[in-house]
């Protein structure tokens, strides 16, 4: 039985490799922070799930800030694969904290690097680095493919430049399994709802069932690629099972605005878009990535894999999701107005 150590395992990406790999019959042990409240929403499931086996996945309190504990773990652990998907995320935050941004998601990076080291792990796992299509930022070279120079335009996007290299470093110098996945914007019915795609979903529908009046955003013409999550993980699974670690570009090979995001997810609803939808200078980021698009060529050369979930299609599985939660959201709250009635 292989055995996988999953940081960033209560997020979307977290969440669905967690599922995915148990379904292969992995021990599967995720890092997660100690908080006041549960945040294991996203994974709950999975310890009730009949066709997954719950009993094999197991979860530590840690931080990506704490080195020691992270040494500690990987000796207890021993595991096959390391998959650092922890990070402070969302890049319009990192503008307001790009000192916590550089510590949890770029220097994170090093603490598990030589966490694995320290372990004496470096012949006997392999690592996988959660890279992003935010180190692109500024485009030098449309689409981006692994070769295209690096032009970050946010505290996230350097932070994870950071990583990446350490991680290219570390395979170089002590022949570590070590492999980047560069990302592009992958989205599902689990992204955190302050990001975008996610924003416009949860807000459509609430709107469709009059729970909410408007939409606020900021710039709608930057232009994403944007693939399925939940297929994405299993390209993070497939580069740790190559003999040679490699850097490899994850994308559809298409781009959509934001503005076509709401386009077709109001349409879904048979909403006009135009009529709630309106801009915020406050959710503009102080320097915008305005294209994104990758060539994963290479991925489906060398791996064998390409994405199957396209653009229409994913806009209507997260619409799809959030309007049945929008659905109980106002089933909940006609029921409480009812027992406020009766009180009265």
């Known amino acids: 039985m292989k055995k996988a150590l999953i940081t960033g395992i209560t997020g979307q990406d977290g969440s669905y490799l967690a599922e995915f790999l148990l ?16 945040n294991t929403s996203r994974i709950e499931h999975l310890y009730h799930d009949p066709h997954i086996n719950g009993t094999k996945l197991f ?7 704490d080195s020691v504990q992270m040494v500690k773990l990987l000796y207890e652990l021993k595991p096959d694969e390391i998959y650092n ?14 000192e916590y941004t550089g510590d949890v998601t770029g220097l994170s990076t090093v603490r598990l690097l030589e966490a694995i080291r320290e372990a004496g792990l470096t012949q006997d796992v392999r690592f996988y680095q959660a890279s992003s299509s935010e180190m692109f930022g500024l485009v030098q070279e449309v689409p981006q493919r692994e070769t295209t ?4 335009r946010s505290p996230y996007g350097c932070a994870k430049v950071f990583a990446y290299w350490l991680t290219v470093n570390y395979r170089e110098a002590y022949n570590l399994h070590a492999s980047n996945g560069i990302l592009f914007n992958h989205e599902s019915p689990r992204r955190g709802e302050t ?4 924003k416009i979903t949860r807000a459509a529908t609430r709107i469709k069932m009059g729970l909410q009046d408007k939409l606020f955003l900021g710039n709608l013409d930057a232009k994403r690629d944007w693939g399925y999550a939940k ?14 670690p490699d850097d490899y570009v994850c994308a559809t090979g298409e781009t959509h605005t934001i503005r076509e995001f709401c386009e077709e997810c109001f349409g879904l609803l048979d909403l006009d878009w135009e009529k709630y939808v309106s801009h915020d200078v406050r959710y503009e980021r102080p320097s915008e990535v305005e294209l994104l698009i990758g060539d994963p060529a290479k991925l ?3 791996i064998g894999w390409e994405p199957k979930v396209k653009f229409k299609e994913l806009v209507k599985i997260m ?12 089933a909940h709250r006609e029921i409480v107005e009812k027992i406020k009635i009766q009180q009265q």
């Open 85 to 98: 998907l922890g990070a402070q995320s969302h890049v319009r935050v990192s503008f307001d904290i790009p």
């Open 231 to 244: 297929e994405y993980v299993e390209v993070m699974w497939l580069m740790l099972q190559q003999d040679k």
């Open 195 to 198: 990001f975008v795609t996610r």
């Open 149 to 152: 120079p690096f032009h970050p």
């Open 319 to 330: 619409t799809e999701a959030d309007l049945i939660l929008a659905q109980q959201e106002l």
């Open 23 to 38: 379904q292969k019959g992995y021990e599967v042990h995720g890092v997660i922070r100690r908080s006041s409240t549960f």
């Open 300 to 302: 489906k050369k060398q």
């Open 59 to 65: 979860l530590h309190y840690g931080d990506l800030a």
